[in-house]
């Protein structure tokens, strides 16, 4: 058995991994601090709707579900949800897309909310490029992502009469692969509240042979997914997939390129 | 319609409030999240502070608490798993484990000894504990700021930290011969950054 001769606090103190820090990141008035200071001094001073501190307890009831990712990626749940019933009243199982014009204005949106949002991941954000974007009724769902693993998802009803009614994550895996050909992974698995609603989703990355993914949800019946570009996302409302339910992963009916199909699971 | 002019107080407050806690959060985020991740985590923090400055409070201590507090959170909202709402792991300085003291060595070499000993031990702190102890040793808060950043209250910070400071020795005197320990001493392990909705 080791006992420490010296004090605990001594040794934890000379571990402090801030002594790592260089003296130039410490100063404030070195140029990336420096335009930090000036990009934020020149924003909207407004109280923050997100991050820091949510003082407003009909936010936290945005805050109910659980998504759970299988990757390095924050949630991010924006309020001022004004659709509510009526705008899941209009969602589709079967997703629709969006004119080119629509998929860059709803990435720039979803973008300016996530950066605004301030969520730690400003300079992927800012790096990122839509990689995929659907419709299901009056509900936007985009993802940016960029080759490095980093993604960021909206999902926004796009029927409220501002900018703020939007549900999304964003991140990077710890351990990020490509996908196999034959393979899909969930960046983004569980379910999360919206205003008192709930919604249900799976978003992740797609191999080259998968041409097609579906949920058979006990809910909704069969959910399709939009795949494109080497990603797939579907998403229902509800809490089918809390997070008990979900805990050990969801089932997705694969279709490849060949026209042969298989049931996967995707997990937490 | 033109936006009201900016209160030039305002903009003074945070440029002197930034310039002098700049390096603080900077150390802060350093203990909680990867290098390459501090200058972005404080740039977010700064804006929810910009944001919320009319909410600073007047004591400096009390101040420097309630930007560590925001710092935190930030941090949390970056992570998606189940336990976004919960403890934020703290991580500690790698520590060459190569040069195993011996016994009558000198006092740097207890050191050694006891670097290994607590960087590995502190991995088996849970992520609550790592976060009491280290508000209280590596961000040298009292238990009333540290209560503050975390949102708790004074007393139930300080029966965390009694309990942390006891389970760290409990880990490290129950930690198996230097020898057997890996040529780098354990660390935390990397955040997961994985939060729930």
């Known amino acids: 058995m080791t006992t420490p001769r010296t004090d605990l606090v001594t040794a934890l103190r000379s571990l402090d991994p801030a002594h790592e820090l260089e003296t130039l990141t410490l100063d404030p008035r070195s140029p990336g601090p420096d335009a930090a200071l000036e990009r934020i001094i020149a924003s909207d001073p407004a109280p923050s709707r997100l991050a820091g501190e949510r003082r407003t307890p009909s936010r936290r009831l945005l805050v109910g579900g659980v998504i759970v990712a299988t990757t390095t990626v924050a949630a991010v749940v924006l309020p001022q949800f004004y659709g509510g019933n009526q705008a899941f009243a209009t969602w589709t199982a079967s997703p629709s897309g969006l004119t080119k014009a629509e998929a860059a204005e709803t990435a720039e949106n979803c973008r300016k909310e996530l950066l605004d949002g301030g969520t730690g991941y400003s300079a992927a954000l800012r790096a990122s490029q839509p990689a995929l974007a659907e419709r299901r009724g009056a509900w936007s769902l985009v993802v940016l992502a960029d080759d490095g693993g980093f993604s960021a998802l909206c999902v926004r009803d796009e029927s409220a009469v501002s900018m703020g009614g939007m549900f999304g994550g964003l991140g990077t895996p710890t351990d990020f692969v490509t996908s196999a050909p034959r393979e899909i992974d969930a960046t983004d698995l569980g379910s999360g509240g919206i205003d008192g609603e709930s919604l249900s989703l799976a978003v992740g990355h797609a191999g080259s042979e998968v041409t097609a993914v579906v949920a058979h949800t006990r809910t909704h019946g069969d959910v399709e997914a939009t795949v494109s570009g080497g990603r797939y996302a579907l998403w229902f409302p509800g809490d089918e997939w809390n997070d008990d339910t979900a805990r050990d992963g969801v089932d997705l009916e694969v279709t490849y390129s060949d026209g042969t199909s298989a049931t996967q699971r995707v997990a937490p | 319609m033109s936006s009201p002019p900016r209160a ?29 991740r501090v200058e972005d985590v404080v740039a977010d923090a700064f804006l929810v502070v910009w944001r919320r400055l009319d909410d600073l409070p007047a004591d400096l201590d009390d101040a420097r608490a309630w930007l560590f507090g925001i710092t935190r959170r930030t941090i949390l909202n970056s992570r998606r798993g189940v336990a976004r709402q919960q403890a934020l792991a703290v991580r500690l300085a790698e520590v060459a484990a190569t040069q195993h003291p011996q016994a009558g060595q000198s006092w740097a070499d207890d050191l050694v000894a006891s670097r290994l000993d607590v960087a590995a031990g502190w991995q088996r702190l849970s992520a609550v504990h790592q976060e009491s102890l280290a508000l209280a040793v590596l961000d040298e808060l009292t238990s009333h700021q540290a209560a503050r950043v975390l949102g708790i209250s004074p007393v139930a910070f300080r029966l965390r930290l009694s309990r942390a400071r006891r389970a760290l020795r409990l880990h490290v005197d129950s930690l198996p011969q230097l020898a057997q320990l890996p040529r780098r001493a354990a660390l935390a392990p990397p955040l997961t950054d994985r939060i729930s909705s």
């Open chain 2, 8 to 36: 030039p107080d305002r903009e003074t407050r945070f440029r002197t409030l930034y310039a002098e806690s700049y390096a603080d959060l900077c150390r802060f985020a350093a203990r909680r999240v990867p290098p390459s």
